[in-house]
């Protein structure tokens, strides 16, 4: 069978949804989207229409992929196939056409996340010269909060960060430590472009040291409970005290705001961040991997 590929620009909207939805219809997670939704997707993923693909059999769409794009970099924000035509190459193809697409644009690299179980999908990438740089996890908590304070390190350290003031800033203002205290940019939709664009909807905290910023965290309230985006704290510090300051932020955000349920999304594993999670009685839910593909070596 031979499909024709088109650009999302030329596909209704409410013709993509149905096919979006379709793709993930059988997905680890609920992604289903409405239009409204889809749209702020593609606005806050800084998705380009114009550069990302569909796949036509007949006049039929069976498949999409969605290039974002941000200064010299690429990231596949979902690529997905009807499930009654999976198996048949077409995600292969939509990749491709998206990959040969951003050398054209003269990208770096493209990056995208993909679930640890989905082994077809980590074969296909891999088949295409993705490789994996880390694993990142989505937390869930469905139990009241823990209310005793962090422990710390038990030594002059420890008694420091005990004095750690802990404030609301506005989220502008909490931005800038996003890219200062990660020594790998957060993942995509949790990179500092992605949250301001959420600044009506999202609240940030920081702790001081000395009057100087050691750690932040961002999250949101909702109806179906706490979001954490994402937190971190100076590279400056040890292990023990990025997880210590990280653990006094989500302490004071689950003072502030008690919810039974609370999650968290693509935080990295194997460091003082998924520490802190879990000392707050975070459960991890799902692995993802995140791959990058090196378009050009500088």
Same mark, same amino acid.
């Given at each position: 069978?031979?499909?024709? #590929?088109?650009?999302?620009?030329?596909?209704?909207?409410?013709?993509?949804?149905?096919?979006?939805?379709?793709?993930?219809?059988?997905?680890?997670?609920?992604? =289903? $989207?409405?239009?409204?939704?889809?749209? &702020?997707?593609?606005?806050?993923?800084?998705?380009?229409?114009?550069?990302?693909?569909?796949?036509?059999?007949?006049?039929?769409? $069976?498949?999409?992929?969605?290039?974002?794009?941000?200064?010299?970099?690429?990231?596949?924000?979902?690529?997905?196939?009807?499930?009654?035509?999976?198996?048949?190459?077409?995600?292969?193809?939509?990749?491709?056409?998206?990959?040969?697409?951003?050398?054209?644009?003269?990208?770096?690299? #493209? =990056?995208?996340?993909? #679930?640890?179980?989905?082994?077809?999908?980590?074969?296909?990438?891999?088949?295409?010269?993705?490789?994996?740089?880390?694993?990142?996890?989505?937390?869930?908590?469905?139990?009241?909060?823990?209310?005793?304070?962090?422990?710390?390190?038990?030594?002059?350290?420890?008694?420091?960060?005990?004095?750690?003031?802990?404030?609301?800033?506005?989220?502008?203002? #909490?931005?800038?430590?996003?890219?200062?205290?990660?020594?790998?940019?957060?993942?995509?939709?949790?990179?500092?472009?992605?949250?301001?664009?959420?600044?009506?909807?999202?609240?940030?905290?920081?702790?001081?040291?000395?009057?100087?910023?050691?750690?932040?965290?961002?999250?949101?309230?909702?109806?179906?409970?706490?979001?954490?985006?994402?937190?971190?704290?100076?590279?400056?510090?040890?292990?023990?005290?990025?997880?210590?300051?990280?653990?006094?932020?989500?302490?004071?955000?689950?003072?502030?705001?008690?919810?039974?349920?609370?999650?968290?999304? &693509?935080?990295?594993?194997?460091?003082? =961040?998924?520490?802190?999670?879990?000392?707050?009685?975070?459960?991890?839910?799902?692995?993802?991997?995140?791959?990058?593909?090196?378009?050009?070596?500088?």
């Amino acid at each position: 069978m031979e499909y024709e #590929v088109g650009r999302v620009s030329g596909i209704d909207l409410e013709v993509l949804v149905e096919l979006f939805n379709d793709a993930y219809s059988n997905y680890y997670i609920d992604v =289903q $989207v409405s239009p409204d939704r889809l749209r &702020n997707l593609i606005e806050r993923e800084d998705i380009r229409v114009d550069n990302s693909f569909v796949a036509y059999e007949g006049r039929r769409p $069976v498949g999409v992929v969605f290039l974002g794009i941000r200064g010299r970099r690429g990231y596949i924000c979902g690529m997905g196939v009807r499930q009654s035509r999976q198996r048949r190459g077409i995600g292969e193809l939509l990749m491709r056409r998206a990959l040969d697409e951003a050398g054209r644009l003269g990208l770096d690299s #493209v =990056q995208l996340e993909v #679930v640890e179980a989905n082994s077809r999908a980590i074969a296909l990438y891999s088949k295409l010269g993705f490789v994996s740089i880390r694993d990142l996890g989505l937390w869930e908590r469905n139990e009241p909060a823990p209310w005793e304070e962090p422990a710390g390190p038990a030594d002059a350290v420890g008694a420091a960060l005990s004095g750690a003031r802990v404030g609301a800033l506005r989220l502008a203002c #909490v931005l800038p430590l996003v890219d200062a205290f990660n020594e790998i940019r957060p993942c995509w939709q949790n990179e500092a472009l992605s949250l301001a664009k959420l600044s009506d909807r999202f609240v940030g905290y920081v702790a001081q040291l000395s009057s100087s910023a050691a750690a932040y965290i961002v999250f949101g309230d909702s109806p179906s409970g706490l979001y954490i985006a994402d937190f971190a704290a100076s590279s400056r510090l040890g292990a023990a005290e990025r997880q210590t300051l990280c653990e006094t932020l989500l302490s004071a955000v689950d003072r502030g705001v008690p919810r039974v349920t609370a999650r968290a999304f &693509n935080i990295p594993l194997g460091g003082y =961040q998924e520490a802190a999670l879990r000392a707050r009685r975070f459960d991890l839910t799902l692995t993802q991997q995140e791959m990058v593909l090196c378009l050009r070596w500088r």
